[in-house]
């Protein structure tokens, strides 16, 4: 069975269907993730001021099972079935029908789909495989930050260190562009950051967006991240004028930049050689 996935349509068609049981668990984390994180900053004030720790139900990534908020019906595993569960139940819950957001199908359908197209691009390889996991983070940290704004450490962080760990190898780029790319990532946010705190009293971005960075730099080298920056930016300024003009949403309105950046990252894995080669004229 290994021996067949040599074949690049093969192997895209395992990861795509791979992929759809990834999204029905990043649904798992985007949702519980924020929350297992406001739990733990909650018991750490408490401790800091000599307080009880707040009495809550423990809470994991894998525990307890998931069910619906409305009335606590459990969800049975022919109620989980990535996508064809939500098109039988007609988007509504089996106890109390209360509706399911259409989100969870569409993150599903969009993992299966990066998977299939990342599985069939890179074949059965270090970098097809690293590819998945890219995608399946970058997907998690996109639904977070669109909820909360936040782009937690528990997935930025081992993004980065494995990006490094993987050119170690040479798998996307060589170990001295990675950790040029990684610091460059983070410097280059942070200098804007603070360029704009200085010019108008204000935060532009959260600290989640510079380490977002710097782990794209780590897994496509420094040479990647012009190409990342302008993508991100280009695709934040057309949604953010958007929502401004048909949605009515203000300036002061914070929008997250974490999904433009992960948008950019996956395009700059898949595309960002021959981009940058094309527009910029870098030797890679």
Aim: with cysteine; glycine share 12%.
């Amino acid at each position: 069975m290994i021996a067949q996935l040599a074949d690049p349509a093969l192997f895209a068609l395992v990861a795509g269907f791979f992929g759809l049981m990834i999204g029905s668990f990043l649904n798992v984390v985007i949702h519980r993730l924020p929350i297992m994180m406001e739990r733990d900053w909650a018991a750490q004030c408490a401790e800091f001021k000599g307080e009880a720790a707040p009495v809550v139900e423990p809470l994991s990534l894998a525990h307890p099972r998931s069910r619906c908020p409305k009335c606590g019906h459990s969800i049975t595993a022919l109620e989980n079935i990535p996508i064809i569960s939500w098109i039988l139940l007609r988007g509504r819950c089996k106890g109390c029908s209360a509706p399911i957001s259409i989100r969870y199908p569409l993150i599903e359908a969009t993992t299966g789909l990066l998977f299939a197209f990342a599985g069939g691009h890179f074949g059965f390889t270090a970098a097809g495989l690293g590819a998945l996991l890219f995608v399946a983070a970058l997907i998690a940290l996109t639904g977070i930050d669109f909820d909360t704004q936040l782009l937690p450490d528990d997935i930025t962080l081992p993004l980065l260190w494995l990006g490094l760990a993987l050119n170690a190898f040479g798998v996307y780029t060589d170990l001295k562009s990675a950790v040029i790319g990684a610091m460059a990532g983070y410097l280059s946010l942070w200098g804007v950051y603070w360029a704009f705190k200085l010019a108008t009293g204000k935060e532009g971005m959260g600290y989640g967006d510079f380490k977002l960075l710097a782990a794209l730099g780590a897994w496509l080298g420094w040479q990647m991240l012009p190409l990342a920056i302008l993508l991100s930016s280009f695709v934040g300024a057309v949604v953010g004028i958007a929502l401004m003009i048909f949605a009515r949403q203000g300036r002061n309105v914070p929008i997250p930049f974490g999904p433009y950046l992960a948008a950019a990252g996956i395009i700059s894995l898949v595309w960002g050689k021959p981009l940058t080669r094309a527009y910029l004229g870098i030797s890679l």
